[in-house]
Structures are given as C-alpha cells and as structure tokens.
C-alpha cells in the first residue's frame, strides 16, 4: 500500500500540469478586454459562461491554469454569437466564470487605428528603447 500512494501522487500532479481545454482556430481572434474596459463602441452580443475542473481529487490545479482555460473556453463559445471581444463580468470562484461578447467596429477598445506614416522623431521616454541593426564587420 505505500508504494502506492507515490503513484498517485505523480498521476495527480502530472494531471493538474495538462491542459485540458485546447482554442480553437477562430477563437484566436477573439479579443479579451480588461473587466473595466469601455464598451461604449461595442454592441452587447450576449453572455458566456464556462467551467473547468479547479479540483482533481484532493488537488487543486493551479489557479493561473484555470483562468488560462476559462479564458480559452470563452473565447471559443464567442465566436457562436458572432463576437470579436470577451470582457469578463467577475473573477473566476470553484472553476467557474461569466464573460460578457461584444461585436466591435473595425477598432476594438484599448487599440488605435493603424499608422499609415511613421511617427515624427520625438525623445526617448525612460520605458522605451531603440533598437539598431548589428553590422559585421
């Protein structure tokens, strides 16, 4: 009987590293919005909600991985409500979560439309950096 609990031990920890909820390729493109981003822009297309396994056995999986899960899961099921935004209506609570879908215009919130002209030189802020290609010699 005690070699049989290393076992299971390994089984369960091996179990609580997989990932078990794979996007799918439509899914990619579906934006997820931060809880307090503005949607004024978006029309509401619906409400998600999805669930995982939190538990397996007396194992909690790791909490990154299940909202990593919710997330993929609610991205998958917008793209049935024709939707390219998720917003999350709450945090995560025993493998379980809602999400709002939007459908947006052509710029999602958050993002700006894109330059068609470079930007004008302007000094570096202390967070950016420029980058030079290396020439050999």
């Known amino acids: 009987?005690?070699?049989?609990?290393?076992?299971?031990?390994?089984?369960?920890?091996t179990l609580g590293a997989c990932t078990w909820v794979k996007m799918e390729p439509d899914?990619?493109?579906?934006r997820v919005l931060a809880a307090d981003a503005d949607t004024a822009g978006c029309?509401?297309?619906?409400?998600?909600?999805?669930?995982?396994?939190?538990?397996?056995?007396l194992?909690?999986?790791?909490?990154?991985?299940v909202r990593d899960?919710?997330?993929t899961m609610a991205r998958n099921e917008a793209v049935g409500l024709s939707a390219n935004a998720i917003k999350p209506l709450d945090e995560p609570s025993f493998g379980e979560q809602r999400f709002s879908a939007y459908r947006c215009g052509n710029a999602l919130p958050g993002t700006s439309a894109p330059r068609t002209t470079p930007p004008a030189s302007q000094p570096l802020k202390l967070e950016e950096a420029e980058t030079y290609p290396v020439r050999e010699e």
């Open 1 to 13: 009987m005690k070699s049989f609990f290393p076992v299971v031990a390994a089984a369960m920890l």
């Open 27 to 30: 899914g990619a493109r579906i």
């Open 43 to 57: 029309v509401a297309r619906g409400e998600i909600g999805v669930s995982v396994k939190d538990k397996v056995g």
């Open 59 to 65: 194992y909690r999986r790791n909490e990154i991985k």
């Open 69 to 71: 899960e919710l997330e």
